[in-house]
Nanobody, 127 residues
Framework: QVQLVESGGGLVQAGGSLRLSCEAS????????MGWFRQAPGMERTFLAA????????RYADSVKGRFTMSKDDAQNTVYLQLNDLKPEDTAVYYC????????????????????WGQGTQVTVSS
């Protein structure tokens, strides 16, 4: 059974930092591709960052490039999202997601491309 569990959210002042974690359990093929998304109230879920677990390229949304960094710990089966220089507009529920394989129709940037999702962790940035 595939399970993704996020943690690390909280309340932080503008300019502050947080590190989100996503622990993945289940067969290793279930985390072939990992991604981070966020969803603010009344808004669509939007892409933040993603990579192939065994790859070397990380894709970022333009809105977070240079502020957010995605990384992983193979031994812990955990991916991280480091959030720096946080702004009030970063307030949202943050989700990690995974997919078991790549296909010609797959898009890193589209939520529906991912098969598994965590429960989300709330990030609130005060001004």
């Amino acid at each position: 059974q595939v399970q993704l569990v996020e943690s690390g959210g909280g309340l932080v002042q503008a300019g502050g930092s947080l590190r989100l974690s996503c622990e993945a359990s289940g067969p290793s093929f279930s985390r072939y591709i990992m991604g981070w998304f966020r969803q603010a109230p009344g808004m669509e879920r939007t892409f933040l960052a993603a990579f192939m677990w065994s790859g070397s390229i990380t894709r970022y949304a333009d809105s977070v490039k240079g502020r957010f960094t995605m990384s992983k710990d193979d031994a812990q089966n955990t991916v991280y999202l480091q959030l720096n220089d946080l702004k009030p507009e970063d307030t949202a529920v943050y989700y990690c997601a995974s997919r078991t394989s790549y296909s010609s129709t797959f898009s890193y940037y589209v939520p529906n491309s991912y098969e598994y999702w965590g429960q989300g962790t709330q990030v609130t940035v005060s001004s």
